[in-house]
């Protein structure tokens, strides 16, 4: 038998294996890639080619063109990769969860069968999603790329930037629009970067050294069968494919999480000052408590996404309750890695340090409050939707009653009165994050409930929760003293 063959059948395997054991085997895989020793730097394809060997893009894949077409294991996978390393489990879950899932759930069966088997080799391409633009970031009815047809398909001209794996994505999936007479159509369109797909600049991110960001110019001539049927030709189906990237964020913090608790108080119990390690002090206790709060917090978002959603379907019936998944995971993920830091002192800020990977933690974590929407935006528009469902009623009352956040409000003694006001911009901002830690914590008793959970701990987890709930109440307060005229 050849290689080649070897490797197929390889890969066979892995399609029919027990969840326990494909895990196992990407927790095995995972091991090289462990972020206090694997070079800061653009993920070589061999290395990637090592990863797509073990299965990670399998549960994205449909049983009938090789993969697992597992949900749970979309999750399981990147909470895996993001405990070793973080930027490597972002790297998977961008070509999963923005990239291919869109080809899965509404590309014809001509653009699968040319591009999915690729997918479930064991030496596997990479795909990225390509819509922001130099000029139009979150509002997405700015994009200029544009679409026509021509003899054979569609001429797709524009360009691109910060797209994750700008320079090395073999596939794209691009957003493009035409306006004509009767207004203006989005497309959405499978190319290959050999179609026209070109980078013409790179970016040098502060963090996530495995993923490269450029600039992509694009004149590309596409078949017709690469135009993939996501809708009415408006906007809306876009809300699908971003959710899906930050419902995954809920495992990507757990698993990330779990290891900066982990290490940071092994870091703090061998760290002696005078004849004590840094443990016994309070204040370091504090800290301590906070990064496993939000290991706590997280395992429960991550929970939520697990048991009650479903990657593989319309996420936008949860779009209020994943806008408060990616607020909260990447909240808690920035600060975490702020507590870890702090405590490692002068060692937290040497990359490379022997004794921690704080310093990398740090700006490896500290955009994904900014990317795939930023928090402030998402905190509006969580905010937004919960008003608008609320016609004549408080919005305190409204969070007591609604299903996402009501059991949270009586069980840890909430008061969200503070929200019932007229709600200028600002106040938007700040009530969306409220609404996203009042989410979080009714999760967090969910999680308790059903994954029988120290109860010790949840409470512990929930504490942290209502003080950031508290915070909001005292930002509500500064935004009024400071406003012009007061």
Known sequence: MTEAADARTSVAVLASLPTEEFVAGIEAAAVRFDAATYPQRELPAQDWAGLTGAGVLLPVLPVEYGGRGSHVEMCRVVEVLAERNLAVAVHT???TGLALRPVVRWAG???????????????????????TEPGCGSAMSGLTTTFEEVEGGYRIRGRKHWQALSATASWWVVVAKRDRDGGREYGWFVVERGD???????????????????????????????????????????????????????ALACGFLRRLAREARAYADAR?????????IGFVRHRLEAVDAAH????????????????????????PCIQAVKIVATELMVSSANHYQQLAGGEGYRNGSPTNIAAQAFLDS???TVFDGTNDLLGQQLAQHCLDRSPGRSLSAFLADWEPTAPAVPAHGLDLRFLDRELAQEHLVLAGRAIAYTFAAARVLQWARES????????????????????VRVEFDLLDDLAPGS
């Open 452 to 471: 029988g959970a120290d109860a010790d701990r949840a409470r512990r987890a929930a504490a942290f929760l209502r003080a950031d709930i508290d915070r």
């Open 296 to 319: 706590t917090v997280c395992a429960a978002l991550d929970h939520y996404v697990r048991t009650r959603l479903d990657l593989t379907a319309d996420l936008t019936p949860a779009f």
């Open 272 to 280: 002696r000052v005078g004849r004590s390690p840094l443990s016994a």
């Open 93 to 95: 879950a961008i070509v």
């Open 196 to 250: 026209g797909f070109r980078t013409s600049q790179r970016y040098e991110a502060l963090g996530l050294k495995v993923i490269d960001y450029g600039v992509n110019d694009i004149d590309a001539i596409v078949p017709a069968h690469r135009r993939i049927d996501v809708g009415a030709g408006d906007l809306s189906s876009m809300v699908d494919i971003y959710l899906s990237g930050r419902a995954l964020i809920g």
């Open 366 to 368: 500290r955009v994904f």
């Open 109 to 131: 069966e001509e653009t699968k069968r040319e591009v999915l088997p690729l997918f479930a080799a064991p030496v596997a391409p990479t795909a990225g999603f390509a819509s």
